[in-house]
């Protein structure tokens, strides 16, 4: 479990990140990251999570969510509804035990939530390898952010522990910073061939990030790819 981390980007409420916070003392999880959140003290969040200062300890605060992922080698976004060219699931208890043994083998794995009211942007969940829909009424799919954090950290915390780990692999993912480093010299390509012809591009650069998560790029692979379209955007350069 220590390889599960919650991620809050942008939350409005300090009374929702106490209560993220006793959700994941009740269900023993301890890593959280919040992204540019409201302000917020330790009395606010200790009079709705008691003694949460399990939490408090390793809580990390970010100003933009790329920092928050950076070492980050897996991203489950949460949504109510799929999104183009990535994985969306609602088998909720067959993800749970999958995640699990993926944290043990290859952590660390990231659980994003966006704020309330609005979730997620397409933006921000074209970021993640895989987006999970928590089983609710179609009727009225709205959660608390705090119920949606709890909900899904029970699902993990019942979830068959998995065996010991296996050896670690020769290569190990690429972490969201590699990621991003790649689609930092993606743009600059489509910017020096000048292949985007109308628009800005937005579509197109979303969609190149959910084909990085799909390949399951390891660490290596991507050093690779993004040297090679360096040395390509060079050499384009050089003749211009």
Known sequence: MNEIIVILHRPQDPRNIGAVVRAMLNTGFRHLRLVDPAPFDDATIAAIAHRPEPVLAQLAIYSHLAAALADIRHVVGTSDRPHPHLPWRNDVRQWAAETR?????????????GAEGNGLSRAELSLCHEIIGLPVDPAYPALNLAQAVLLALYELQQATPPPAPPLPPAEPPATIAALDQLAAMCDELIAATNFVKSGDGRALRQRLRAIMNRAALSQRDAAIVTALLREAVRCMNRKT
Do not use: I, M, T
């Open 101 to 113: 043994q993926r944290a043990a083998s290859a952590g660390p794995v990231a659980l994003l939530f």
